[in-house]
């Protein structure tokens, strides 16, 4: 198979990326950055693009199935508008070019609580994400749901801190449903779900992902 990636530099695409550079079912695994990567492999097909220009990129968007995990937080971002950017403008980009260029399978990464009608920012602009996406009407969607990631080596202060609250409240048997994801299962989870031969629409919350991982194993 021929996979298509956005948002290969951070913690989910990183370990999503070698996953499928080590799965023998990817003959070739296409990402799309803005600069250079530190990878070397034979599998591995790097296009350096301008994410504000989709007509310079997206007819190289073609391939079995195409896996979006980019993202950015607010700080990092600057203000709201730079990080819808990447966050909505970017992906929807993405997305479009891959079912104008009939990939079949798109598997979108978006959080807990995405809900258009939300009042809170991140959540609203998840869920319009989410609903976009949908409608361009792919053959399959899958769309996982996380909560708090866990990334390895993370120098994000909050997310560690609360990581730990939550791992703590987890072993006096509370908040099961909000224990903390490696990024490594999530990416193991996503592959998986490439590999199910169906049709339509799925949305994987939570705690289920641990479990998809788990039970979708060949």
């Known amino acids: 198979m021929k996979a298509l990636v956005i948002g290969a530099t951070g913690a989910t695409g990183k370990d999503l990326v070698h996953q499928l550079l080590n799965d023998k079912e990817f003959d070739e695994v296409n990402i799309f950055v803005r600069k250079p990567v530190d990878i070397q492999d034979e599998k591995l097909k790097v296009h350096?693009?301008?994410?504000?220009?989709?007509?310079?990129?997206?007819?190289?968007?073609n391939g079995d199935v195409a896996?979006?995990?980019?993202?950015?937080?607010?700080?990092?971002?600057?203000?709201?508008?730079?990080?819808?950017k990447v966050d909505f403008d970017y992906q929807y980009e993405f997305a479009k070019a891959a079912r104008e260029n009939n990939v079949e399978d798109y598997i979108l990464v978006s959080a807990y609580g995405a809900n258009p009608q939300s009042k809170i920012f991140y959540s609203k602009m998840k869920g319009e994400l989410e609903e976009a996406v949908k409608q361009l009407h792919f053959n399959k969607i899958t769309i996982f749901k996380p909560g708090m990631l866990e990334r390895t080596n993370s120098e994000r202060t909050g997310e560690v801190l609360g990581s730990r609250?939550?791992?703590?409240?987890?072993?006096?048997?509370?908040?099961?449903?909000?224990?903390p994801l490696p990024t490594d299962i999530l990416a193991k989870a996503m592959i998986k779900s490439s590999k199910i031969k169906s049709n339509g629409y799925s949305s994987i919350k939570l705690g289920n992902i641990f479990c998809f991982a788990e039970k979708t194993n060949e």
């Open 165 to 179: 609250i939550i791992k703590f409240a987890n072993k006096l048997g509370l908040l099961e449903s909000q224990k």
């Open 67 to 84: 896996f979006s995990c980019l993202g950015t937080t607010l700080k990092d971002a600057g203000s709201k508008e730079a990080q819808k």
């Open 48 to 61: 350096i693009v301008n994410f504000e220009k989709p007509e310079e990129w997206k007819n190289m968007v």
